[in-house]
């Protein structure tokens, strides 16, 4: 049997994107129960020229909504970039995984040749949807996810490599 680009994509985006929000969680505790002002926890940055922790949750969470739309040859769910509040992120969270759910393996299998084409800040980048996929969308949405959990992580949170990978 060989492994679909549904099982490639949905169903890691659904995982990571799980373990994300119950990082974040671990993450809005250890501030409150530590005195740190939740917005100044949602601005922590590993260093200067990184975006902060709101940051990385919001690409982490379009890199799989993108991802999945594209590869389906649908218009992605448009979120503004405007939380303020862990609430806000927690919603973030909650809607993109809701969104992720409604794909289904005939929308996105057979997308390996797909043309898909983004715009960057760097240009418009051209994919076919396996590299897309294998190449771009994962590695961004693991980096953004690991980033995040990093800032939480040196900021003090009781967080270790089972809170980022899940049960397994």
Sequence with gaps: MTLSMYQASVPVFLRTLSNLSHVLKKGEAHALANGISPE???????????YPLVRQVQIATDMAKNACARLAGVEPLKIEDDETSFAQLHARLERVIAYIKTFKP?????SETRAIEIKSRNGNLQFEGEH???HYVIPNMFFHSTTAYAILRTAGAELGKADFIGKV
């Design 40 to 50: 100044v926890m949602l601005q922590t940055r590993l260093i200067p020229d990184m």
């Design 106 to 110: 005939e929308q996105i299998d057979g």
């Design 132 to 134: 897309y996929l294998l």
